[in-house]
């Protein structure tokens, strides 16, 4: 048998800190996921992901299970490479300009950029996205 609380505001025990729903709602993650970005892609953990695409040397599809509710959402995204070339340094990481965002996928890219005069993608072996904004 299924249950529903409807509550207004969450409380702590001393009723001295609330938050309401809606900040709870709004402010959590609607998606995130860590993944394995070198060779065959893999996720290691994740939350909203149905599947990853790999669509080329550092750049990737996150593939949402439960859509965005519009295309107005962000991302955090972070990779890094610890292959032994490069001292495990932190790459930047964002989303692709070359595709649009849908409300069911996300496109983002790892490169070096700090490092080279002009962009070159590459594959991070860690790899972290988080996505915030209104679930469908």
Sequence with gaps: MASILRVNTLTDASSNNSTP?????????KAWINFN??????ARDSF????????????????????????SYIISTLSSNLDGNDDGNVRISGERKSNTRSTSMTPVHSGDWF???SATFSD???FYTSTHGDSA
Excluded: C, F, P, W
């Excluded at 970005?37 to 893999?42: D, H, K, M, N, S």
């Excluded at 695409?53 to 599809?61: E, F, V």
């Excluded at 593939?63 to 965005?68: G, I, L």
């Design 115 to 117: 490092y080279v005069s």
């Design 37 to 42: 970005g070198g060779g065959t892609i893999a």
């Design 48 to 71: 909203n992901v149905g599947s990853l695409t790999d669509s080329g040397t550092g750049k990737y599809d996150i593939n949402y299970s439960s859509n965005m509710g519009n295309t």
């Design 124 to 126: 991070g072996t860690n």
């Design 21 to 29: 729903m809606a900040t709870v709602n709004q402010g959590t993650a």
